[in-house]
């Protein structure tokens, strides 16, 4: 991946040229590095990453392999400034903000929380160009333009197309499951790159990130060992090629069933992460 890999499309983020005012709406890509709350300021307890742009915010939390992302804020971000509102004395504020960092400061009504206050104002600190090692590699599947690789055909962005029991008169089953997965919104997606694989579901608003290691154009391996030899085995799944854009992939079941998952190319440029935006600009869900 190059290192433009982290960044959005033109038609969702504008980064601003001058990085030196702190009067700025904050655009870009955003790691909250404090939260001053309940226990004081403390090196930020979560790796959260706010996605800023002209018409949404997302918020991306990473949790080891497992990641959320969605539209928490509701609001797009945009300097307030770090005094109250005239209407609303708890409104969220947004000061000390540019390209590099702002502050953001809310208002928690949360009880017994670890290190939200309960009825105070909490405050978080965000910088740009800060990742952790599994968001940074997130960030730059779902933020970079649908790719390709002649040596690897897997390398790209899969879109669910459905599940089949036994890969038994495929044609006339991969057009009912096409045809019934036309209109539905809660879609399953892959990202597949040189040594990752990226899953996200929309009904789940996130996913998952793993090592992925390519045997063979029918077998791939999925998942090591995690840190502190922690045994997690990886999974073998033999590969069933419908063409070069449509694949089913074996997988095990509970009550050890075996199925498969049905995958087409997604064959356009734009870069999941603006799919994902536009279903909270457009209002669908």
Not at 83 to 92: G, Y
Not at 147 to 156: E, N, Q
Not at 252 to 266: A, C, K, N, P
């Amino acid at each position: 991946m190059n290192r433009t890999g982290i960044s959005l499309i033109a038609a969702f983020i504008f980064l601003p040229f001058v990085a030196n005012a702190q009067v700025e709406n904050p655009r870009g890509i955003y790691k909250m590095m404090t939260l001053t709350g309940k226990q004081g300021e403390i090196k930020a307890p979560f790796d959260q990453y706010k996605i800023c742009t002209d018409s949404v915010t997302l918020m991306l939390n990473v949790q080891g392999r497992q990641f959320s992302l969605g539209n928490t804020d509701k609001n797009v971000l945009n300097f307030t400034g770090e005094e109250a509102d005239a209407h609303d004395a708890t409104a969220t504020r947004i000061f000390n903000s540019n390209a590099n960092h702002f502050t953001l400061k809310w208002w928690s009504t949360t009880p017994s929380h670890l290190y939200f206050p309960h009825n105070d104002w909490c405050t978080e600190y965000y910088e740009s160009g800060q990742y952790s090692e599994n968001a940074k590699v997130i960030l730059d599947a779902l933020s970079s333009p649908t790719a390709t690789d002649h040596r690897i055909p897997f390398i790209g962005t899969w879109r669910m197309v459905g599940m089949m029991d036994e890969l038994r008169d495929t044609k006339r089953q991969l057009e009912k499951l096409r045809e019934g997965n036309r209109f539905k919104t809660n879609i399953g997606y892959l990202i597949f790159t040189p040594d990752h694989v990226i899953m996200y579901s929309n009904s789940r608003s996130g996913g998952s990130i793993d090592h992925v290691a390519y045997a063979s154009k029918k077998k791939i391996m999925i998942g090591k060992n995690d840190a502190n030899n922690t045994p997690r085995r990886a999974t073998e799944h033999a590969i069933t090629w419908f063409g070069k854009d449509c694949f089913a992939m074996e997988v095990q079941l509970e009550g050890y069933r075996t199925d498969h998952e049905i995958w087409e190319r997604v064959t356009d440029t734009t870069p999941l992460l603006n799919k994902i935006a536009s279903r909270y600009i457009s209002g669908s869900r």
